[in-house]
């Protein structure tokens, strides 16, 4: 299990783990859990500029298509092939999931997610 | 406010996902749409369907009046008998689509979708002859329906019924299940075999308890809302508001088997008739999914670049493992074989016009 201290985390209910200049991004539990059984994953293109905030790409359920917002800016160096096939991989083992990879182009914009108690306290007043 | 039924604590205390299903607060899911549905095929599953609407219509006419107001026949059912039937106004367009329980020529209980439980009740009051009654008693009921291959043995537990004598589509209108006295049919929602259970609310709890019970060795769990659609969908079953509206004739909706043109009157008759002589322009099929994708109500449906249709409903199938829609096309494209686009989120993404149902009806002969 990945150590959640560590992680980042957004009001959109995406995780973030940072290695260097690259960011792995995922949906937390709360996500995983609020969604349902996961069964499609739209992922984006290796290569594309998304802007933070911007669409990352679409989360399917057995009853609604949800979108996964970008927590950081960046160019997609890697997606997870893996969730083509098996997309129930989210919903069984969501932080150590990653959806995308993302080389940042501004580490700084890290600063304005939550860390993990912060979430936390977030998702429990959300509740 | 949402309106909750006897059986909401009930829910909870199971760990029910709630959500707003048309003014109810119902469970979507308890562990896991994928796994209710699954159970619901393999062995049986116990839903809360207590926000149906129960409409009884009695007195000397009320045969003449029912057989007006809806479009399939029930002249010729015997008392014991459910008929299926859509509904409608006088352009053809549906109303609803419900079931009629023939108790005897002067009473009969409709049961109506939820959410148009009103303004279904309103239509009668307004169509009603001098010679009948109609009284609007969906908050007196519960209903709770028992789904699956295992669900007569479980059902046959708490009842001296003989469960095996009733055919699908056939009700005992007063027999008891666990103490409690409830109206058995033999119907459901999720093209399996199974049970729907119509009795006083203040025993839903009761019961519930007992049906649980009795299943616990079968495999039989509870199973929400969500399971409830995509066992409807994968059985094509159509559900009002999607594959029927105001919008949508029963004709277009692939319902013709449930309207009588060959009866002497009835609500929408004149309508359908012409759009059944002048050709229906546009007819409901079933699709699958080539590309991959997930196809949702309202998306639009293409061929060569030309909008030819919408989805009315789409899913990922749980038995089949792949993703299907319904969707209304222009008829000419409401064939086997025909390929279309299905645009999801600015992108074609190719499909095929499938024979429904998706799955086989598991129905008791």
Redesign the interface.
Known sequence: MSDLKEFKFTREHEWVKVEGDMAYVGITDYAQEAL??I??V?LPEVGAQIGSGDVLG?V?S????SDIYCPVSGTVEQVNEEL?DSPEKLNEAPYETWIAVLKMDDPAELDSLMDYDEYEKFCAEGD | MLKRTPLYDKHLQLGG?MTNFGGWELP??YT????EHLKVRSDAGLFDVSHMGEIWVTGAGAEAFLQKLVTNDISRAAPGKAVYSPVCYPDGGTVDDLIVYKYAQDRFLLVVNASNTDKDFDWILKNLPDDCTAENKSDEYAQLALQGPRAERILQKLTDVPLNTIRFFNFVPEAVVGGVKVMISRSGYTGEDGFELYFDRDRAVELWDKIMDAGSEEGLVPAGL?ARD?LRFEAALPLYGHELSEEITPLEAGLGRFVKLDKPDFIGKTALEKQKSEGVPRLLAGFEMID???P?SQYTVEVGGETVGYVTSG??A?SLGK?FGLAILKAEYAVEGQEIDVVI?GRRMKARVVRLPFYSKKYAK
Do not use: L, M
Not at chain 1, 62 to 65: C, D, P, S
Not at chain 2, 32 to 35: A, S
């Open positions: 349902g059984d069964v499609f739209e679409v399917e057995v009853k609604a298509a083509q | 996902k979507v899911q896991g749409i994928i796994d969500g995509t991959k994708g997930v949702r899913s990922y749980p993703n989120r």
